[in-house]
């Protein structure tokens, strides 16, 4: 699956004259784990954020999943780190059926924007939690010279519905700042990796605070929510 998929960027990018990208290659994948939280039969949309941006034209990634716990429906591309019309966006799903090849290839330009790549949307089979695996294959960024990038999964930030909203609701309210609190406070309470707030891989105080400003309306703090 992954060499298939290494062969539509070589493909995809030769259209454009761009040489640096290897079927053959081995590659250096780095991973992240992240906990999900199911209610059978709804929806589960995760967010993947790119934080560091290198300056590549091309993006591949895997996301796993345990397919007895959910089941995938489809993804979005934002269009916010590859924005060109022309830019080829992939969403495969494996054979097994347990993992989902994301793969973006522009090869007319580069791009060095963060933010928001795309929504992955999900079908919950069953209730209680699940894990997510994202790996990203850095044997798949290049940029428009042809030059490999360095890019890891560290780079990204995975998050389960909205960003602050930990009490899954809908809506960021102070609500959210007591929970966050709580969970801060070690109270036994549950909610998902929406409350990693400034994406630094760590719940603790400084998304507390801002999770409080954008309550509060701080026009500062709103560029952390709003994609």
């Not at 784990?33 to 995760?46: F, H, K, R």
């Not at 091309?58 to 089941?71: K, R």
Request: net charge negative.
């Amino acid at each position: 699956m992954k060499k298939h998929i290494a062969r539509i960027a070589a493909a995809v990018l030769a259209c454009a004259g761009v040489a640096g990208i290897s079927p053959g290659a081995s590659a250096a994948e780095t991973a992240k784990t992240e906990t999900v939280l199911l209610n059978a039969g709804e929806t589960v949309e995760i967010t993947v954020k790119i934080k560091d941006n290198p300056g590549i034209t091309t993006y591949g990634a895997w996301v796993g999943f345990d397919s007895s716990a959910m089941t995938f429906e489809g993804a979005v591309d934002s269009k916010k780190i590859f924005t060109d019309s022309s830019t080829y966006f992939l969403c495969e799903t494996t054979e097994a059926g347990n993992e989902v090849a994301l793969l973006w290839v522009d090869g007319e330009n580069d791009t060095a924007a963060t933010g928001v790549a795309a929504t992955l949307k999900f079908t919950a089979k069953t209730s209680g939690t699940t894990n997510i695996t994202f790996t990203v294959d850095d044997s798949l960024a290049v940029d428009t010279a042809g030059a490999s990038k360095a890019v890891s999964a560290d780079d990204t930030a995975l998050w389960q519905g909205l960003l602050g909203d930990v009490n899954g609701d809908g809506s960021i309210d102070n609500a959210d700042v007591i929970l966050l609190r709580r969970l801060i406070a070690s109270w036994d309470v549950t909610l998902a990796n929406a409350g990693d707030i400034n994406c630094d891989g760590e719940v603790d105080t400084a998304d507390i605070v801002l999770l409080r400003r954008y309550v509060a309306e701080w026009d500062s703090v709103k560029s952390y929510f709003e994609f």
